[in-house]
């Protein structure tokens, strides 16, 4: 390779979300970023940006200036306003587009509704997840105010009709060409409701559109086997499948377990033992098991959002699996991720629990979410707020009574001479003594990134 192209390479970052490549970008437009952001928010604000160098980088200075960069890019994401910003966002959505080399045009992008109803709209390629929920809703005569209680979800849908989540989409991309860069049909945009609380079902049912999302998106819940149900209730609900009784279908489920869970895909913790098989889900401010223990026997539990202290998401590379102990290398290692919790399982006793998945990104933004509505809820605001906030991509800490500290997780990659920036879901919740009780100690926004270097290129 000839050394002025090698030299050249060295200077570019790969960005990888959940471990698909994002974007791909050279230090002189970090460097660019960093200054519009001075001159945005000002020099005592900004965190300290790694500096030029004159002559060719030696392999440890090159080992330094990722570390810095890290450093930097964890700072920027995790500070409650320039996080948020955005100067922030839009880099990341250029950046996302000249590394895809799509050019901006007028395109039509299929959305998918629980109900496995498509809606097919006409954007722009360069057009953000809000606009595209915006012009989705519209399409559908969703009412404006009830816009921030939907968000769109990247999904894979198996042969066996099997549903994989694997992210919410963020404000720091764009749907069509993060969903036309993966290059595979079994990826879909799915419209599903972005709230917890069932009690903000009312608001929704309101509106016949509202009604009509809600019942199709709980329809299909069932028939996957989301919630749980007896042979007794499968009846009622035919019969009211049957009558066009969507409010009272809907009511009913609300009794049943596992109502507006999210279900993840067949994973491994540590909890009660190693290597344990567990199925997750998400919902009702807890995180369920449904564990298999080494010895056969399946076990039940849950774990309230309010009785964790904290958690975290990391990622690391290790060898494909293939018989070997092969030492991982840039082309033979895959990505682990795993969310880690620490939980008060009883009044004096904390124990970390780990949960290992492709999916724990997903876990984390879903336990975030839970912990906003239960501060607003706590503090006497607006979930209504909230969630416009969410969908307009400008919530900041205070709307949640959260604190400005964010202390940043490093995440170490194990294969020399590769750059990797990951923006941990680290959401910290005070240790409480109740299940009731609920405390706002330090909330991080919940993005991810794993950045990927020269080896790459």
Request: with cysteine; charged share 25%.
């Amino acid at each position: 390779m000839d050394e002025s192209l090698l030299q050249t390479l060295m200077k570019a970052y790969n960005i990888h979300v959940n471990g698909v490549l994002h974007c791909r970008v050279r230090y002189s437009q970090l460097l660019g970023l960093h200054e519009q952001i001075k001159k945005e928010y000002g020099s005592n604000v900004v965190p300290s940006f790694p500096p030029k160098k004159i002559f060719t980088l030696t392999p440890a200075e090159v080992e330094q200036r990722r570390e810095q960069l890290e450093k930097y890019m964890q700072a920027v994401r995790q500070h409650p306003l320039l996080g948020s910003s955005d100067l922030f966002n839009s880099f990341l959505r250029k950046a996302q587009q000249d590394t895809q080399h799509v050019p901006t045009e007028e395109v039509t992008l299929d959305i998918w509704l629980s109900s496995g109803q498509k809606v097919t709209v006409n954007i722009l390629t360069s057009d953000q997840t809000e606009d595209v929920l915006d012009v989705v809703a519209t399409k559908l005569d969703l009412p404006d105010y009830l816009v921030g209680y939907f968000s769109l979800f990247l999904v894979r849908e198996g042969v066996d009709g099997s549903l994989t989540f694997v992210r919410k989409l963020q404000e720091f991309e764009l749907p069509y060409v993060s969903i036309t860069s993966l290059q595979n049909s079994e990826f879909h945009i799915v419209l599903r409701k972005s709230y917890w609380d069932m009690a903000y079902d009312a608001d929704v049912m309101d509106s016949r559109v509202g009604l009509n999302l809600l019942y199709g998106q709980t329809v299909s819940d069932v028939e996957r086997g989301w919630i749980l149900v007896n042979k007794d209730q499968h009846r009622q609900l035919k019969s009211l499948q049957e009558k066009g009784s969507k409010k009272e279908f809907i009511h009913l489920c609300q009794t049943l377990k596992y109502y507006g869970n999210v279900k993840f895909d067949p994973c491994v913790t540590d909890f009660p033992e190693k290597d344990c098989q567990v199925i997750v889900s998400a919902g009702n401010n807890e995180l369920n098991f449904h564990v298999k223990l080494p010895n056969e026997q399946m076990k039940e539990g849950s774990f309230k959002v309010t009785r964790m202290r904290c958690w975290r998401v990391t990622s690391s590379q290790v060898p494909i699996s293939n018989g070997t102990n092969t030492p991982c290398s840039s082309s033979k290692c895959e990505v682990k991720l795993e969310l880690s919790f620490e939980y008060l399982m009883s009044k004096d006793r904390l124990q970390w629990v780990t949960i290992t998945s492709q999916q724990a990104i997903m876990m984390s933004i879903c336990l975030q979410a839970m912990v906003d509505e239960l501060m607003v809820k706590k503090s006497g605001g607006s979930i209504k707020k909230l969630l416009k906030k969410r969908h307009n991509g400008s919530i900041h800490r205070s709307d949640s009574q959260q604190a400005v500290k964010s202390p940043p997780l490093l995440v170490r990659s194990g294969t020399a001479g590769h750059f990797c920036f990951f923006y941990n879901s680290a959401n910290w919740i005070s240790a409480s003594n109740s299940a009731n009780d609920i405390s706002s100690d330090d909330f991080h926004g919940n993005y991810a990134f794993e950045g990927i270097g020269d080896d790459d290129l």
